[in-house]
């Protein structure tokens, strides 16, 4: 099973600061299987970034996904008071789904 | 885009059956476009997929599940749904469900419903 750990597991920013969050995985993930979620509290996770980069629909653009082989980042360029909640990156291998235990990315 | 909701008993004791049923609107579950899924997440922790099926019947569960999960589909209501036998504590989560656009070759969920949460305790 491929694990993948999330850092840091809290963030602490300012609305307007650019956010980075780390994702890395135990072994090679494919950069078309690597996927970023936000979930705030008592709503359904939402999809933001696919396939490494590719932004979901309705996403906004401050939005972007990077990385290849065992290291990924979602970068939120400025931060907005709606971006505050927990974000968790996913990745298909090996016939199974894993996800991160989460960043939780808080008001400063 | 579909909605899903879910539902089921909340509480159970340990070794009894959990049984949750998925709802889908707004999209027939039979037009082969979704892999149908259920994940859950514990209390406090990161979020587990237990396994999919697809509108055929064809299904894939989590190797660590494996031996405890149905997930079965019924194309007349429009819904599919999850047994997990033998239930503990550790079964304690707020159970998902959530599809996968076949279309579009990237694993990822794309929906998601707003998750039920079941307890089992004695």
């Known amino acids: 099973e491929t694990v993948l750990t999330q850092s840091p597991g809290t963030l602490s920013l300012s609305p307007g600061e650019r956010a980075t969050l780390s994702c890395r995985a135990s072994q090679r993930v494919s950069s078309s299987y690597l996927a970023w979620y936000q979930h705030k509290s008592g709503q359904a996770p939402r999809v933001l970034i696919y396939?490494?980069?590719n932004r979901a629909t309705g996403v906004p653009d401050r939005f972007s996904g990077s990385g290849s082989g065992t290291a990924f980042t979602l970068t939120i360029s400025r931060l907005e008071p709606e971006d505050f909640a927990v974000y968790y990156c996913q990745q298909y291998g090996n016939s199974s789904y894993t996800f991160g235990r989460g960043t939780k990315l808080e008001i400063k | 885009q579909v909605q899903l909701h879910e539902s089921g008993p909340g509480l159970l004791k340990p070794s009894q059956t959990l049984s949750l049923t998925c709802t889908v609107s707004g999209g027939s579950i039979s037009n082969g476009g979704y892999y149908w899924s259920w994940i859950r997440q514990h209390p406090g922790k990161g979020l587990e997929w237990i396994g999919y099926i697809y509108y055929s019947g064809n299904t894939y569960y989590n190797p660590s599940l494996k031996s405890r999960v149905i997930i079965s589909i019924d194309t007349s209501r429009n819904q599919f749904s999850l047994r997990l036998s033998s239930v503990t504590a550790a079964d304690t989560a707020v159970y998902y469900c959530?599809?996968?656009?076949?279309?579009?070759?990237?694993?990822?969920?794309?929906?998601w419903g707003q998750g039920t949460l079941v307890t089992v305790s004695s």
């Open positions: 959530a599809t996968e656009n076949v279309l579009i070759p990237a694993a990822h969920f794309d929906n």
């Open positions: 396939g490494t980069s």
